[in-house]
């Protein structure tokens, strides 16, 4: 890799590693566009809107694989990824874990859910959205897997309300300058530099909206236009310039006093093991198993280690439901 070589965090932007949108990523196979697995197709499925009115002005879409099942299990994407790109992934762990009640969700802004910019940093926002939405379905205490920014917003929950948590999974976390600087431009900062965006109309011809419109139809693009180009950078602004102030912490989204103060009863971190993986250096892995309570750092490249770890975790910290 270039960047290597000449230390521009502009050349990471072709990291493997860096989650992209639009479920489009043909890398990490466990989780972008995951082939099924044995039992798949035999999975009892439950797809649902949920309006989160008056608490939160927002719809959001989730899926729920094995509903009947007893012990309850959040998937939060990565990146700017939604349940088209991550819903395989959540497919596999039901399909080999009948006991376990999967629920995957497409953050505001994201797949099928609903949009609203907000006036918090958007990973604060997808927080408060989560703690509402597990207040209308009735789950909880759970276990929760985040990937990367999935598990931003996830990490944010645990810190607001830790009532929800019985368990944490982190595949990966995110930290670092590099990580700070990159996706703060890639997924936020770099609209703030296209002068051509005065209206949403721009906005829509943007590859994310776009791919957002030709997903949610007539009814994605009036709900993109219900909105200010004004707000909408806004938010651009505050998210991507939040997210960059975290690159001298162990985690991006997070203070080393924040980690330390969670109360998770587990956590545990899956890296896939690459040494050099600038958005998720294995390096904050290790040191945020110094600051987070009974936590441990484990390698799982792919889905047969993954369920290997996270399956016997899940299932002796997250109590039934009855």
Request: hydrophobic residues 40%.
């Amino acid at each position: 890799m270039n960047e290597a070589a000449t230390g521009d965090v502009d050349e990471v932007e072709e990291d493997v590693t860096l989650f992209k949108s639009a479920s489009n990523n043909s890398y990490y196979p466990v989780y972008f566009n995951a082939l099924p697995e044995p039992g798949v197709d035999d999975l009892t499925v439950e797809k649902m809107t949920v309006d989160l009115r008056p608490e939160r002005d927002v719809s959001l879409y989730l899926e729920i694989y094995n509903p009947q099942a007893s012990i309850p299990l959040i998937v939060t994407p990565g990146g700017m990824g939604e349940i088209d790109g991550f819903g395989g992934f959540a497919r596999n762990v039901a399909a080999a874990a009948p006991d376990l009640k999967v629920i995957i969700w497409d953050r505001r802004n994201m797949g099928r859910s609903g949009i609203n910019f907000g006036s918090d940093p958007l990973s604060m926002e997808e927080a408060e959205d989560l703690h509402v939405l597990l207040n209308r379905l009735d789950i909880g205490p759970a276990a929760f897997y985040g990937m990367s920014s999935g598990a931003r917003s996830n990490m944010v929950l645990a810190e607001r309300y830790p009532e929800h948590m019985a368990c944490f999974v982190i595949a990966p976390m995110t930290g670092g300058p590099l990580a700070a600087q990159q996706l703060s431009k890639e997924y936020y900062l770099k609209y703030l530099a296209d002068e051509s965006l005065t209206s949403m109309e721009q906005v829509a011809k943007t590859p994310l909206w776009a791919a957002y419109i030709e997903r949610n139809g007539a009814g994605g693009q009036e709900e993109l236009m219900r909105h200010d180009a004004a707000d909408f950078l806004a938010a651009m602004k505050r998210t991507g310039e939040h997210l960059r102030s975290y690159g001298q912490k162990v985690t991006l989204g997070s203070t080393d006093e924040q980690l330390a103060a969670l109360t998770v009863p587990a956590t545990l971190i899956l890296h896939h093991g690459q040494e050099i993986d600038y958005l998720h250096p294995i390096a904050h892995s290790r040191a945020a198993t110094t600051l987070l309570q009974n936590s441990t750092l484990e390698f799982a490249p792919t889905l047969e280690p993954i369920l290997e770890l996270m399956l016997p975790f899940v299932r002796e910290h997250t109590p039934a439901e009855t």
